[in-house]
């Protein structure tokens, strides 16, 4: 879980072997990455950033305990808010760890929406009436259903590069998907080296295919311009500087 770079190995291995890899689920899986079925493995809500032990641990006893959940606003509503607040939803979301309810990730993620925002005081009321001793005679448990679920509003789906680039803000690389995948057939054409291989290739020139993730222009003490960027391709990243005439 600490090692970003490992599980990008590890990664990219699985899909050599042809072996799954599911998103994080609040439904499913467990802290730690967990096998389901024969060739299936299930990413661990523990590996998600910003989400934090506690809170991955009280979504998984609460539900073991009592059964999947039905939505974002079943899932506040029973998880103890002590753990869970707007951003650990935002990463939830953004990491695929609530795609089991249905919605596009973009229907949660919409300020204007403010789905989140909904989820946690729908949470906040149907646990103060849970905790209430105020509870009426006649009406038993009924108190807690008057406090309906807010309507999923229809927000644009997100872009599949949009979907990536919060998996790999939330997680550290891509899950479900990668934006070199429409270019294998490129890739497996015309490059002649992975980034991982590099070492195999000292001193040898080679033809690496790859998207820029990071640039950084700068400038030496004496004012010469030069560029430094990271280019990843599905086995890892490599960090490359550029100065003068390749500049």
């Not at 699985?14 to 730690?32: E, F, H, K, W």
């Not at 950084?216 to 010469?224: I, L, P, Q, S, V």
Request: hydrophobic share 40%.
């Amino acid at each position: 879980l600490d090692y970003i770079d490992k599980i990008s190995f590890f990664m990219e291995e699985c899909r050599t072997m042809q072996i799954q890899v599911l998103p994080p689920s609040a439904n499913a899986g467990d802290y730690l990455f967990s096998v389901e079925g024969e060739r299936t493995i299930r990413f661990g809500l523990g590996a998600v950033k910003g989400l934090g032990e506690a809170s991955a641990r009280a979504i998984i006893d609460e539900r073991e305990a009592n059964g999947p959940y039905k939505s974002i606003f079943d899932l506040t509503a029973r998880v103890d808010l002590r753990t869970l607040n707007k951003r650990v939803l935002e990463c939830l979301v953004k990491a695929g760890a609530l795609d089991a309810f249905g919605p596009d990730r973009a229907q949660y993620l919409d300020e204007t929406a403010a789905i989140l925002d909904k989820a946690m005081q729908y949470g906040q009321r149907r646990q103060q009436e849970a905790n209430s001793a105020q509870v009426s005679l006649f009406g038993g448990e009924g108190g807690g259903d008057a406090v309906l679920e807010p309507p999923m509003p229809y927000v644009k789906p997100q872009t599949l590069i949009e979907r990536l680039n919060a998996e790999r803000e939330t997680i550290g690389f891509y899950l479900s998907g990668h934006p070199l995948d429409d270019f294998r057939l490129e890739i497996d054409t015309f490059a002649t080296c992975a980034i991982r291989d590099l070492e195999q290739h000292r001193n040898r020139e080679v033809t690496l295919a790859g998207i820029v993730t990071r640039v950084n222009d700068r400038a030496t003490k004496t004012g010469a311009r030069f560029l430094v960027f990271t280019i990843e391709d599905f086995s890892g990243e490599l960090e490359i500087a550029l100065f003068k005439d390749d500049y």
